[in-house]
């Protein structure tokens, strides 16, 4: 399975799933309208990270700070959809399908016209990966280099055949196949296992998550489209110190992903988004309920770094920062950085 995959360019989507709240992540300080609102739950400009003179990321990003000072980080403030919902599920959906309800997820659609398979690393196998036609890897859970579903479907196959007639094609089609799963999970586990890390992950989801995407692909699999599910940003209570903590989760674990990758002489991007952004005004109880228009970022060395988009604090609709860049412009730009102009003008 090990193959020399050097210089090989990787896209990463990271979904921060719940509905990160985009104004607190880049804060727009200056911003009366931002104060206003947020009473409690405004944060000061005493340790923001600038990146212009109105706008300043959260102190819990200083390696994402580092990385924009470096012009590597372009911050997409105000993406989102014109026709959004407050739904995790039916938002999501649409995001990950690229608005084609029932259809292939976008990085699935992009995965057939690279010829390569996408990963899906999480909870579940994201939309963005499902395509009946050429189905994704989908890697469940937090232990890199462990796959029980599979060993238990196996089980399951043997336990469900075991008294059909020997010449039964359907069964030995089965059984061969539980076999083929079985052999390639222990190289491929066996292979992670083995990858070196020069720079250790924390021992949280976000950590884990990152780390086995690293694992995956040091051990030679070649993954050039990877979706990861990072959660929970669904700050509707104690926000302050539940967001700070999920950031610089985020930060540190992203930052070891790519500094372990450098070794490997990958070019890779990472693009991170949420469903949707949370409400501009506080609720009562130390949060914010679900919004509109958020923040999404793409970081990497191919990245022309800089601001695409802008926050309108003072043209709300029904409460909501308004959609000013759609997020099918964000898969463009992710998907251009990462394997040029050509490929993302044929995404949509």
Known sequence: MAADNTGKPILV??????GNDALNTLVPFKEAAYKRSRPNLAIGAKGLLTVDKDLALHPGLNRLHERYQQGQVLLIPGVGREDHDRSHFRSSDIWHGA???????????????????????????????????????????????????????????????????ADHSAGRRLKRSAAVVEELTTRLES???????????SDDEFGKRFEMAYR???????????????????????QLENHA???????????????????????????????????????FSGGTDHGAGGLAWIMGENVKGGIHG?????DLRDGDLPTVVNYRTLYGK??????GEQKSLALF
């Open 310 to 314: 802008h926050y309108q604090l003072e």
């Open 13 to 18: 989507a990271v979904h921060l799933t719940g």
């Open 191 to 201: 292979q992670m296992a083995g990858a070196k890390l020069l720079y250790s992950f």
């Open 216 to 238: 995956l692909i040091a051990s030679g699999f070649p993954a050039q489209l990877l979706h990861l599910s990072l959660g929970s940003f669904d700050t509707h209570s104690d």
């Open 334 to 339: 992710a998907v251009a950085a990462s394997f």
């Open 245 to 283: 903590k999920q950031l610089s989760r985020f930060d540190a674990a992203a930052h070891a992903f790519l500094e372990n990758l450098k070794s490997l002489g990958r070019p890779t991007t990472i693009m991170v988004y949420s469903e949707f952004g949370r409400r501009v005004a506080e609720n």
């Open 99 to 165: 608005g084609n309800p029932g259809g292939d997820g976008w990085l699935a659609s992009l995965g057939l016209r690279m010829n390569t398979t996408p990963v899906s690393i999480g909870p579940s196998v994201s939309r963005a990966v499902a395509c009946p036609d050429h189905p994704p890897v989908g890697l469940v859970g937090e232990k890199p280099a462990h796959f029980p579903a599979e060993k238990k479907l196996q089980q399951v196959w043997f336990d469900m055949y075991r008294n059909w007639q």
